[in-house]
Protein backbone atom coordinates (compact mmCIF):
# COMPACT_ATOMS: atom_id res chain seq x y z
CA UNK A 1 0.00 0.00 0.00
CA UNK A 2 1.36 3.34 -0.94
CA UNK A 3 1.36 6.37 1.44
CA UNK A 4 -0.57 8.42 -1.12
CA UNK A 5 -3.30 5.96 -0.88
CA UNK A 6 -2.91 5.68 3.19
CA UNK A 7 -3.03 9.53 3.39
CA UNK A 8 -5.93 10.15 1.26
CA UNK A 9 -7.98 7.64 3.19
CA UNK A 10 -7.20 9.68 6.43
CA UNK A 11 -8.23 13.01 4.51
CA UNK A 12 -10.72 12.11 2.42
CA UNK A 13 -13.46 11.94 5.44
CA UNK A 14 -12.16 15.24 6.58
CA UNK A 15 -12.60 16.58 3.19
CA UNK A 16 -16.48 15.03 2.51
CA UNK A 17 -17.11 16.57 6.37
CA UNK A 18 -15.86 20.49 5.33
CA UNK A 19 -18.00 19.97 2.30
CA UNK A 20 -21.05 19.01 4.00
CA UNK A 21 -20.61 22.00 6.40
CA UNK A 22 -21.64 24.54 4.34
CA UNK A 23 -24.88 22.89 3.47
CA UNK A 24 -28.13 22.33 5.34
CA UNK A 25 -30.22 19.62 4.69
CA UNK A 26 -31.77 21.32 1.84
CA UNK A 27 -28.52 21.51 -0.01
CA UNK A 28 -28.14 25.09 0.38
CA UNK A 29 -25.30 26.99 1.14
CA UNK A 30 -24.80 28.33 4.95
CA UNK A 31 -21.90 30.21 3.81
CA UNK A 32 -23.65 33.98 4.16
CA UNK A 33 -24.92 33.43 7.61
CA UNK A 34 -20.71 32.39 8.73
CA UNK A 35 -20.79 35.58 11.12
CA UNK A 36 -23.62 35.96 13.39
CA UNK A 37 -26.62 38.34 12.81
CA UNK A 38 -26.38 40.83 15.07
CA UNK A 39 -29.40 43.40 16.67
CA UNK A 40 -33.11 42.83 18.04
CA UNK A 41 -35.59 43.03 15.33
CA UNK A 42 -39.24 43.84 15.51
CA UNK A 43 -41.60 43.54 12.72
CA UNK A 44 -44.13 46.38 13.06
CA UNK A 45 -46.40 45.93 9.93
CA UNK A 46 -46.78 44.11 6.89
CA UNK A 47 -49.56 45.97 5.20
CA UNK A 48 -51.49 44.43 1.76
CA UNK A 49 -51.98 41.38 3.09
CA UNK A 50 -55.61 39.68 4.31
CA UNK A 51 -55.52 38.52 7.42
CA UNK A 52 -54.92 34.80 6.78
CA UNK A 53 -51.77 35.00 4.86
CA UNK A 54 -50.67 37.73 6.94
CA UNK A 55 -50.49 35.08 10.15
CA UNK A 56 -49.59 32.02 8.08
CA UNK A 57 -46.51 34.59 6.62
CA UNK A 58 -45.78 36.09 10.48
CA UNK A 59 -45.27 32.25 11.71
CA UNK A 60 -43.18 31.61 8.88
CA UNK A 61 -41.12 34.40 9.57
CA UNK A 62 -40.71 33.05 13.30
CA UNK A 63 -39.55 29.45 12.04
CA UNK A 64 -36.90 31.24 9.56
CA UNK A 65 -35.93 33.62 12.10
CA UNK A 66 -35.49 30.77 14.69
CA UNK A 67 -33.67 29.07 12.35
CA UNK A 68 -31.11 31.95 11.46
CA UNK A 69 -30.23 32.74 14.83
CA UNK A 70 -32.39 36.45 14.28
CA UNK A 71 -33.74 38.05 17.66
CA UNK A 72 -37.53 38.99 17.20
CA UNK A 73 -38.98 40.70 19.49
CA UNK A 74 -42.52 42.42 19.49
CA UNK A 75 -43.13 45.57 17.92
CA UNK A 76 -44.18 46.88 21.51
CA UNK A 77 -40.69 45.91 22.77
CA UNK A 78 -37.21 47.46 22.17
CA UNK A 79 -35.37 46.79 19.07
CA UNK A 80 -32.42 47.47 17.44
CA UNK A 81 -34.35 47.58 14.02
CA UNK A 82 -37.65 47.86 13.31
CA UNK A 83 -39.34 46.09 9.75
CA UNK A 84 -42.02 48.09 7.75
CA UNK A 85 -43.56 46.05 4.96
CA UNK A 86 -46.17 46.18 2.31
CA UNK A 87 -46.67 43.16 0.11
CA UNK A 88 -48.89 43.13 -3.63
CA UNK A 89 -50.84 40.37 -5.32
CA UNK A 90 -50.20 41.30 -9.38
CA UNK A 91 -51.70 39.27 -11.92
CA UNK A 92 -49.74 38.55 -14.49
CA UNK A 93 -51.26 36.73 -17.66
CA UNK A 94 -52.36 33.36 -16.02
CA UNK A 95 -49.91 33.25 -13.08
CA UNK A 96 -50.12 35.58 -9.93
CA UNK A 97 -47.26 37.12 -8.00
CA UNK A 98 -46.59 38.40 -4.89
CA UNK A 99 -44.14 41.11 -4.70
CA UNK A 100 -42.81 42.57 -0.90
CA UNK A 101 -40.54 44.95 0.03
CA UNK A 102 -39.60 45.41 3.84
CA UNK A 103 -37.81 48.54 5.04
CA UNK A 104 -35.25 48.19 7.85
CA UNK A 105 -35.01 51.32 9.98
CA UNK A 106 -32.30 51.85 13.15
CA UNK A 107 -33.41 52.82 16.48
CA UNK A 108 -33.17 56.56 15.35
CA UNK A 109 -36.21 56.05 12.60
CA UNK A 110 -33.63 56.17 9.55
CA UNK A 111 -34.24 53.57 6.84
CA UNK A 112 -31.07 51.81 6.83
CA UNK A 113 -31.57 49.32 4.07
CA UNK A 114 -34.85 47.49 1.77
CA UNK A 115 -35.29 44.31 0.69
CA UNK A 116 -37.36 42.67 -0.85
CA UNK A 117 -38.24 40.26 -4.22
CA UNK A 118 -41.08 38.73 -5.78
CA UNK A 119 -42.73 35.47 -5.61
CA UNK A 120 -44.88 33.51 -8.27
CA UNK A 121 -47.66 30.77 -7.28
CA UNK A 122 -47.11 27.82 -8.98
CA UNK A 123 -51.32 27.10 -8.45
CA UNK A 124 -54.06 28.78 -10.62
CA UNK A 125 -56.03 30.54 -8.38
CA UNK A 126 -55.53 34.16 -8.87
CA UNK A 127 -54.95 36.97 -6.50
CA UNK A 128 -54.33 36.12 -2.26
CA UNK A 129 -56.25 33.14 -3.61
CA UNK A 130 -52.93 32.49 -4.71
CA UNK A 131 -50.48 32.83 -2.11
CA UNK A 132 -50.77 29.78 -0.75
CA UNK A 133 -48.68 28.36 2.54
CA UNK A 134 -45.91 27.46 -0.02
CA UNK A 135 -45.13 30.85 -1.20
CA UNK A 136 -45.51 32.36 2.23
CA UNK A 137 -42.57 29.80 3.17
CA UNK A 138 -40.72 30.82 0.36
CA UNK A 139 -41.20 34.71 1.06
CA UNK A 140 -40.13 33.97 4.61
CA UNK A 141 -37.21 32.00 3.84
CA UNK A 142 -36.03 34.76 1.31
CA UNK A 143 -36.71 37.57 3.35
CA UNK A 144 -35.10 36.10 6.34
CA UNK A 145 -32.25 35.43 4.02
CA UNK A 146 -31.65 38.93 2.92
CA UNK A 147 -32.23 40.56 6.51
CA UNK A 148 -29.65 38.27 7.89
CA UNK A 149 -26.94 39.38 5.70
CA UNK A 150 -28.12 42.73 6.34
CA UNK A 151 -27.33 41.74 9.87
CA UNK A 152 -24.19 40.25 9.84
CA UNK A 153 -22.74 43.59 8.74
CA UNK A 154 -25.56 46.41 8.46
CA UNK A 155 -23.73 49.87 7.51
CA UNK A 156 -23.06 50.65 11.73
CA UNK A 157 -20.91 47.49 11.97
CA UNK A 158 -19.05 47.69 8.72
CA UNK A 159 -15.48 49.96 8.71
CA UNK A 160 -15.76 53.38 7.48
CA UNK A 161 -13.93 53.53 4.16
CA UNK A 162 -10.11 55.31 4.61
CA UNK A 163 -10.54 58.62 4.17
CA UNK A 164 -9.36 60.28 0.69
CA UNK A 165 -6.27 62.29 0.71
CA UNK A 166 -6.80 65.97 0.72
CA UNK A 167 -6.15 67.36 -2.53
CA UNK A 168 -3.05 69.80 -3.06
CA UNK A 169 -3.14 73.15 -2.29
CA UNK A 170 -3.55 75.17 -5.60
CA UNK A 171 -0.52 76.86 -7.03
CA UNK A 172 0.38 80.49 -6.37
CA UNK A 173 -0.66 82.86 -9.52
CA UNK A 174 2.23 83.67 -11.34
CA UNK A 175 2.16 87.37 -11.77
CA UNK A 176 2.89 88.58 -15.54
CA UNK A 177 4.50 91.45 -16.44
CA UNK A 178 3.89 93.39 -19.33
CA UNK A 179 6.84 95.25 -20.57
CA UNK A 180 6.96 97.74 -23.61
CA UNK A 181 10.21 99.41 -25.18
CA UNK A 182 10.14 102.90 -25.16
CA UNK A 183 12.21 105.09 -27.93
CA UNK A 184 15.44 105.86 -27.42
CA UNK A 185 16.07 102.18 -25.49
CA UNK A 186 14.26 103.12 -22.37
CA UNK A 187 12.22 100.38 -20.44
CA UNK A 188 8.98 100.54 -19.04
CA UNK A 189 6.70 98.39 -17.12
CA UNK A 190 3.52 98.97 -18.28
CA UNK A 191 1.40 96.64 -16.10
CA UNK A 192 1.42 93.42 -13.72
CA UNK A 193 -1.45 91.29 -14.43
CA UNK A 194 -2.71 87.94 -12.35
Not at 10 to 38: N, R
Not at 96 to 115: E, G
Request: hydrophobic share 45%.
Amino acid sequence: MSWGRVAFGLLAPTLLGICVAGCDTTGQSMLPLAGAPAGTVAFQRIDGLPEPQFRRLVQNLSDEASTRRIAVVSREGAAQYRVRGYAAAQIRGKHTVIAWVWDVYDASQQRVTRIGGEEEADNHLRGWGAADDQVLRRIAHEGMDQLASFLVAPPDRVPAPPALPAPPAPAPAASTVVVATAPMGNTVALAAAH
